[in-house]
Nanobody, 131 residues
Framework: QLQLVESGGGLVQPGGSLRLSCAAS????????IGWFRQAPGKEREGVAC????????NYADSVKGRFTISRDDAKNTVYLQMNSLKLVDTAVYYC????????????????????????WGQGTQVTVSS
């Protein structure tokens, strides 16, 4: 069974931090790129960040650049999203998705057409930023 499971979400105050995890099972994650996406209530799903296979490059949405960091621990078959300086607008359900390395390209993984092609969304993990 091929599966990605998101975890680490929760309730945090503005300015706080959370670390999300994306754990892979049924396949070896180190050969693939991983992207984080999010969807806020009443809004379209948007790309947050992606990372290519081990040693590869990263890409970030302008809205999170400088605050979020995507990383991977291939020995643990897991990808992380460190979220610092959280804002109210970061409140959303966060999802992770895997694909070939070429998919993680600035201007492509986060495009509406690329997001629309994704069909295997998981349950996601809820991040709520509130005081």
């Amino acid at each position: 069974q091929l599966q990605l499971v998101e975890s680490g979400g929760g309730l945090v105050q503005p300015g706080g931090s959370l670390r999300l995890s994306c754990a892979a099972s049924g396949f070896t994650l180190k050969y693939y790129a991983i992207g984080w996406f999010r969807q806020a209530p009443g809004k379209e799903r948007e790309g947050v960040a992606c990372i290519r296979s081990s040693g590869g490059s990263t890409n970030y949405a302008d809205s999170v650049k400088g605050r979020f960091t995507i990383s991977r621990d291939d020995a643990k078959n897991t990808v992380y999203l460190q979220m610092n300086s959280l804002k109210l607008v970061d409140t959303a359900v966060y999802y992770c998705v895997t694909n070939w390395d070429q998919w993680c390209t600035r201007g492509y993984y986060s495009s509406s057409s690329s997001i629309a092609a994704i069909r295997n969304w998981g349950q996601g993990t809820q991040v709520t930023v509130s005081s």
